[in-house]
C-alpha cells in the first residue's frame, strides 16, 4: 500500500465487536482475567491499552518500521531512549537541536554520569573523530530546530553502524510522510506527534518507531516501568490526525516554500532557512531523502531584535505561539522562546541569535500567508 492510504487505514480498522468504523477509545485503567496469570491480552493500561495499541501500530506502519512506542509527550519519548545508556556512556549530539532535548541531556541526565559531545553533524565524518570507547549513541535532528540543516542520515548512520553505535533521529519536522530515517539506517526515529502527526495543536504526545527487536524490547520495557504514556484519548486524536496527514503535509510545504520565496526577495530579510528553495546548500541532500520541503521556515530579518518584535506583532495570521505542526500559522522568537532555556554561549554556538525567527506555515491559503508575511515586513 502507498502512504495515503496506510494513513488513513492503519490502526484505523472497524472495531471487531460492533463494527464501528471509528473505534472507540478504551478508557480502562485494569482489564478483566481469565485467571491467575491468564489476561485476555491486557492486563494494565500502563502496560498496553487497544488504542494506544492501534497508533504504536499506524506509527510503525507509517514510519517503515516493525515497532511503534507511544509516549506522553516527546520529551517522555526522548527521556526514555535515552534511558537505553548507563552511567559513563558517551552521546554525540548534532550541534543545531531542539532546546528542551539539549536541556535533558546537560541538565539532567548529566546528573546520572551520560556524557555529551556536540558536533557539526553536516560533516558525516565528525561523528567518527568524536567517538571514544565510551560512545553508544549519536542524537540527530534533520532537518534541524530551528536553523533547518539538513544532515546526511545515511551516511552518518553507515559511519555509527561501524562504530557500534545506535543512531536515533528525531523526526517530527519532517513528520513520516515526508522522510523516514529508519529506512535510512537509523534505529530509532523519533517524533513529538504533538506536532505534525496530531496537526491540531489539542494534544500533547511522543512516538518512537523502530525495527530492531532488541532495541524495541528493551524501549518497551522502559515504556512500561517508567510510566510515561498517554491517555487514550490522546491516542485517539493522534490516530484521527494520521488519517490526514498526507494532505496537510502537502498543503503544509506548498505554503511554507511560497513564504521561504516571498521571504528571500525581501530587502528586509538577511538569510532565510528551507532545505526546498533551490539556493539552500541542503536543497540536493533534502531532495534525496525528504519527499519534500515541510512547513517550517526560519529567517534572519535586518535590524536584530527591534525588527523581529515589530514583525512578530504585526502578522495577523500568523499567531505568536511556541510549538509548531498545526493547521494554523505559528510565529516564534527562538533565542526567547522555544530556545530560551539553553545558556547565551550555547545559543551563540547554535546560531540563534536575536535576528532569528522561526515559522510554522500551517495549511490556510496561500497567498493569504504570503500577504500576510509581506505586510508584516513592510512594518518593519
Not at 484505523?12 to 496469570?37: C, H, L, N
Not at 515526508?178 to 526515529?189: E, F, I, R, T
Request: glycine share 8%.
Amino acid at each position: 500500500m502507498r502512504f495515503a492510504t496506510k494513513a488513513v487505514h492503519s490502526g484505523g480498522e472497524p472495531d471487531k465487536a460492533t463494527g464501528a468504523v471509528s473505534p472507540p477509545i478504551v478508557t480502562a485503567s485494569t482489564f478483566a482475567q481469565d485467571g491467575i496469570g491468564k489476561p485476555r491480552g491486557y492486563e494494565y493500561s500502563r502496560s498496553g491499552n487497544p488504542t494506544r495499541e492501534r497508533l504504536e501500530r499506524a506509527v510503525a506502519q507509517l514510519e517503515g518500521g516493525k515497532h511503534g512506542l507511544a509516549f506522553s509527550s516527546g520529551l517522555g519519548a526522548i527521556t526514555t531512549v535515552a534511558s537505553l545508556l548507563n552511567k559513563g556512556d558517551h552521546v554525540i549530539m548534532c550541534n543545531d537541536v531542539y532546546g528542551g532535548t539539549f536541556r535533558l541531556f546537560d541538565r539532567v541526565f548529566s546528573n546520572f554520569g551520560i556524557r555529551l559531545t556536540r558536533i557539526d553533524a553536516r560533516d558525516p565524518d565528525a561523528i567518527a573523530r568524536a567517538a571514544k570507547k565510551s560512545t553508544r549513541m549519536v542524537w540527530l535532528e534533520s532537518p534541524t530546530n530551528p536553523l533547518m540543516l539538513v544532515l546526511d542520515i545515511r551516511a552518518i548512520s553507515t559511519v555509527a553502524k561501524k562504530l557500534g553505535l545506535l543512531v536515533v533521529v528525531d523526526n517530527t519536522f519532517a513528520s513520516p510522510y515526508l522522510q523516514n530515517p529508519l529506512k535510512l539506517g537509523a534505529a530509532v526515529s523519533l517524533h513529538s506527534t504533538t506536532k505534525y502527526v496530531s496537526g491540531h495543536s489539542d494534544m500533547i504526545g511522543g512516538a518512537l518507531a523502530v525495527s530492531d527487536e532488541e532495541v524495541y524490547e528493551r524501549l518497551k520495557f522502559l515504556q512500561n516501568a517508567m510510566g510515561a504514556v498517554p491517555s487514550p484519548f490522546d491516542c485517539f486524536l493522534a490516530l484521527r490526525g494520521l488519517r490526514t496527514l498526507h494532505l496537510r503535509m502537502d498543503q503544509h510545504s506548498k505554503n511554507a516554500l511560497a513564504v521561504a520565496e516571498n521571504l528571500q526577495a525581501s530587502r528586509r530579510v538577511a538569510e532565510v532557512y528551507y532545505p526546498f528553495l533551490p539556493s539552500s546548500p541542503y536543497h540536493r541532500l533534502a531532495k534525496k531523502q525528504m519527499s519534500q520541503g515541510g512547513g517550517m521556515v526560519s529567517f534572519r530579518i535586518k535590524g536584530g531584535y527591534a525588527a523581529a518584535s515589530r514583525f512578530l506583532d504585526s502578522l495577523e495570521l500568523f499567531s505568536l505561539a511556541e510549538s509548531l505542526g498545526g493547521v494554523e500559522s505559528l510565529a516564534e522568537h527562538p533565542a526567547r522562546m522555544t530556545h530560551s532555556s539553553l545558556p547565551e554561549k550555547e545559543r551563540r554556538k547554535m546560531g540563534i541569535g536575536d535576528d532569528l525567527i522561526r515559522l510554522s506555515v500551517g495549511v490556510e491559503d496561500t497567498v493569504d500567508l504570503v500577504e500576510d508575511v509581506k505586510q508584516a515586513l513592510d512594518s518593519v
